[in-house]
């Protein structure tokens, strides 16, 4: 017996957002419409929404501890921690490895301050802040992998650790006023 053949369908609207296999990493915002400055032709923009997007859109975190976040994040890339590996343009004959810059050893200083305040590298806030936003890594995956005898820490724990992270973080770069960070 021949089965039935099921009618196809014009697939006009996965064409103009994003692929089944990027959505699964993570949602979009609503498409902007805007113009080419090159062409001015009409274009839409969708901005990927990343963890601390997602908090701050759902009112879980602050505005102060998002910025708080972003700029850990920015010190994390700048201080060159994010394991990326980045190659020079122009490289010196004879010169096996690249120096750190200025910039990159502020930026490290900064960060080891600011895990410092959180209560070291190996403290639950600090592994926080290392994985989830400084190496992006989702609130989800670092709940698997951190874990206190043997045991993985719950995600909605491990998304608690994420906002005290976050709040410490804010007081510490002087986002929040001392007597409100407490």
């Not at 590996?85 to 200025?102: I, M, Q, W």
Request: aromatic content about 6%; proline content about 6%; some cysteine.
């Amino acid at each position: 017996m021949a089965g039935k053949r099921k009618a196809k369908t014009p697939k006009r609207d996965e064409a103009l957002g994003p692929s089944k296999w990027r959505l699964q990493h993570g949602g979009f915002s609503e498409p902007i419409r805007e113009a080419d400055p090159e062409t001015g032709s009409p274009v839409q923009h969708r901005r990927a929404v990343d963890t601390l997007g997602m908090m701050l859109a759902n009112g879980t975190i602050t505005q102060e501890m998002h910025d708080a976040g972003g700029y850990f994040r920015a010190l994390f890339r700048r201080a060159a921690l994010d394991g990326m590996a980045r190659s020079p343009l122009v490289r010196l004959p004879g010169k096996t490895a690249d120096a750190l810059s200025e910039r990159n050893i502020d930026a490290r200083r900064k960060i080891a301050d600011a895990l410092d305040a959180l209560g070291g590298h190996d403290s639950a806030a600090g592994s926080c802040a290392w994985y989830v936003v400084g190496l992006e890594m989702s609130v989800r995956e670092w709940a698997m992998r951190q874990g206190w005898g043997g045991r993985p820490v719950a995600p909605p724990q491990a998304q608690g650790m994420l906002v005290a992270t976050l709040s410490v973080l804010a007081g510490h770069f002087g986002l929040v006023p001392r007597t409100r960070a407490a």
